[in-house]
Antibody, heavy 120, light 109 residues
Framework: QLQLQESGPGLVKPSETLSLTCTVS??????????WGWIRQPPGKGLEWIGS???????YYNPSLKSRVTISVDTSKNQFSLKLSSVTAADTAVYYC????????????WGQGTLVTVSS | SYVLTQPPSVSVAPGQTARITCGGN??????VHWYQQKPGQAPVLVVY???DRPSGIPERFSGSNSGNTATLTISRVEAGDEADYYC????????????FGTGTKVTVL
């Protein structure tokens, strides 16, 4: 059974960089059938796609966040990572990592999510 | 950017049918996916590619998509179906790419 697990600091100071890693187990991140993505959800609000990466390193970002986002992949560790720079309180959210099917463009597996709070 | 509009809330009695709409410009030309999210949990895919169900999802969940509206239908609603529901598309024609709907809270009376 595929599992995704987010890890990283739960508290980040304003203007600093948020960094999260997603570890994939039970399957290979190098599969050509999937993208690997980050999605976030501010408290009490809806879902927002942040960006996605293919095992080859090709990336797709939400235009509204593109200038601050970097997603990378480490196939040797079966992990992918998110960096979001210059964070503000508006970036406080539960961050999910997820597997996205290339052919169908839907998300079939999600991590449990991790709450990141931006506060001094 | 592509916008998907959902009603904020839908209320339904147990055993009845809930219909959740997802409106978007010519959404019928796209594949629509639906997720269920219960409080404190990650979303779960309940319908993909307009009307297909992942393994383990009850047949009570069905989907349709035509014109400017996609619909998730939950038949014989149960108390355990109370949750937030989100539609989602991949819009390759715009820079938004991966778009979620605004979300609908389904309340079982």
């Amino acid at each position: 059974q595929l599992q995704l697990q987010e890890s990283g600091p739960g508290l980040v100071k304003p203007s600093e960089t948020l960094s999260l890693t997603c570890t994939v187990s039970g399957g290979s991140i190098s599969s050509s059938s999937y993208y690997w993505g980050w999605i976030r959800q501010p408290p009490g609000k809806g879902l927002e796609w942040i960006g996605s990466i293919y095992y080859s390193g090709s990336t797709y970002y939400n235009p509204s966040l593109k200038s601050r986002v970097t997603i990378s992949v480490d196939t040797s560790k079966n992990q992918f990572s998110l960096k979001l720079s210059s964070v503000t309180a508006a970036d406080t959210a539960v961050y999910y990592c997820a597997r996205q099917v290339v052919a169908g463009t839907h998300t079939d597996y999600w991590g449990q999510g991790t709450l990141v709070t931006v506060s001094s | 950017s592509y916008v998907l509009t959902q009603p904020p809330s839908v209320s339904v009695a147990p055993g009845q049918t809930a219909r959740i709409t997802c409106g978007g410009n010519n959404i019928g030309s796209k594949s629509v996916h639906w997720y269920q999210q219960k409080p404190g949990q990650a979303p779960v895919l309940v319908v993909y590619d307009d009307s297909d169900r992942p393994s383990g999802i009850p047949e009570r969940f069905s989907g349709s998509n035509s014109g400017n509206t996609a619909t998730l239908t939950i038949s014989r609603v149960e108390a355990g179906d109370e949750a937030d529901y989100y539609c989602q598309v991949w819009d390759s024609s715009s820079d938004s790419l991966y778009v979620f709907g605004t979300g609908t809270k389904v309340t079982v009376l």
